[in-house]
T-cell receptor, first 115, second 115 residues
Framework: NAGVTQTPKFRVLKTGQSMTLLCAQD?????MYWYRQDPGMGLRLIHY???????AKGEVPDGYNVSRLKKQNFLLGLESAAPSQTSVYFC??????????????FGPGTRLTVL | AQSVTQLDSHVSVSEGTPVLLRCNYS??????LFWYVQHPNKGLQLLLK??????LVKGINGFEAEFKKSETSFHLTKPSAHMSDAAEYFC?????????????FGPGTSLSVIP
């Protein structure tokens, strides 16, 4: 049981380049999330998904797109990278119970630098 | 709107002495509250969570937190710090009931443990 995995772990991009971050979970969780972490700001939600084929915007969605074609995978895309997108990106997932808030399980993170 | 304040951006303690990390929240309803820990270059791990059951919550690695509604606080404590406790700690509050487990992260408290 690997939990939540993220690919790649590190990446350096030039301004204007594009890339896709991959998140995979093997816990059969319905909900998946993409966050970015910047110093002194905690984690901020970029996009989330409540199930296969559905996605929605979070707090800071501009410049990012996502897709969830399979329940276990959640992809985060940067169409035209900007230096402001230099950050550490975390993927998370949680189990839908519909009653109480459940903990989110986090991946190890992807450190992205945009030059 | 829900919000989280972590009163100290950095806390330094000596090994073997008590740890206190402070968290205050703002919520218009009874929230769920979490503490997560992030060790250097790692993902986030759940320490403990409060979901309207017992107000004193025990977590992993000897940590506990007490929910005080009158003070809107959820401070994290540990009787005796260990070197391995050095990490970043995030207080997290559940957002207004939505279709997914939306939460809001505090900015984090960095804990240093001095030998």
């Amino acid at each position: 049981n690997a939990g939540v995995t993220q690919t790649p772990k590190f990446r350096v991009l030039k301004t204007g380049q594009s890339m896709t971050l991959l998140c995979a979970q093997d816990m059969n969780h319905e909900y998946m999330y993409w966050y970015r972490q910047d110093p002194g700001m905690g984690l901020r939600l970029i996009h989330y998904s409540v199930g296969e084929g559905t996605t929605a915007k979070g707090e800071v969605p501009d410049g990012y797109n996502v897709s969830r074609l399979k329940k276990q995978n959640f992809l985060l895309g940067l169409e035209s990278a900007a230096p402001s997108q230099t950050s550490v990106y975390f993927c998370a997932s949680s189990l839908r119970t519909g009653i109480i808030y459940n903990e989110q399980f986090f991946g190890p993170g992807t450190r992205l630098t945009v030059l | 709107a829900q919000s989280v304040t972590q009163l100290d951006s950095h806390v330094s303690v000596s090994e073997g002495t008590p740890v206190l990390l402070r968290c205050n929240y703002s919520s218009s309803y009874s929230p769920s509250l979490f503490w997560y820990v992030q060790h250097p270059n790692k993902g986030l791990q759940l320490l403990l969570k409060y979901t309207s059951a017992a107000t004193l919550v025990k977590g992993i690695n000897g940590f506990e937190a007490e929910f005080k509604k009158s003070e809107t606080s959820f401070h994290l404590t540990k009787p005796s710090a260990h070197m391995s406790d050095a990490a970043e700690y995030f207080c997290v509050v559940s957002d207004i009931q939505t279709s997914y487990d939306k939460v809001i992260f505090g900015p984090g408290t960095s804990l240093s443990v001095i030998p």
